[in-house]
């Protein structure tokens, strides 16, 4: 997984209730990046709604005290559901979102998603393959896992 020379103070914490103003931020203007999802966002503002209820299932990236991505990470069956995965647009494609996914991969043995289209591209770069589609209320969208085959640290 690429690495930034940025992210070498790049911490990874659990996070926690004074951390979900930051989030709710960093999951609106993230998911305000892609320029032909934000008719369908508009449509549906309830989609940029942090939901508290994924808060205990939620890693933190953090850069010099600043939070620069979050990842939230649910427990189903033998497997963990990839429910969130944003980073800050000013550190976009500077590494975070990667060292996310090692952080959660640590945690299970495989990893799925619902993926956007417009993250198919990194998905498959940290590993993950196409398993289908699901419906979803923006219509439908590839399924993806990630089987944690490696030995991590």
């Known amino acids: 997984m690429k690495k930034s020379l940025y992210l070498s103070n790049l911490v990874i914490r659990s996070a926690v209730d004074d951390d979900v103003d930051t989030l709710s931020d960093v999951f609106r203007r993230a998911s305000l990046t892609f320029k032909g999802d934000r008719d369908l966002i508009a449509t549906h503002p ?3 709604v ?4 994924m808060l205990p299932f939620a890693r933190v990236a953090v850069v010099d005290g600043r939070v620069v ?9 033998d497997f963990l559901e990839l429910e969130d995965l944003f980073t800050d647009p000013d550190w976009m494609r500077q590494g975070v979102a990667s060292a996310l996914i090692e952080d ?5 043995v495989r990893i799925e998603v619902t993926a956007n ?21 923006g219509g439908p969208a590839p399924r993806m896992y990630l089987n944690v085959t490696r030995a991590l640290p």
């Open 69 to 77: 991505g979050f990842a939230s990470a649910r427990p189903v069956d």
């Open 50 to 53: 942090w939901d508290d209820e």
């Open 104 to 108: 959660i991969a640590r945690r299970s």
């Open 117 to 137: 289209s417009h993250a198919i591209g990194f998905y498959e770069s940290v590993g993950f393959v196409a398993s289908g589609f699901a419906n979803t209320q």
């Open 46 to 48: 309830e989609w940029l």
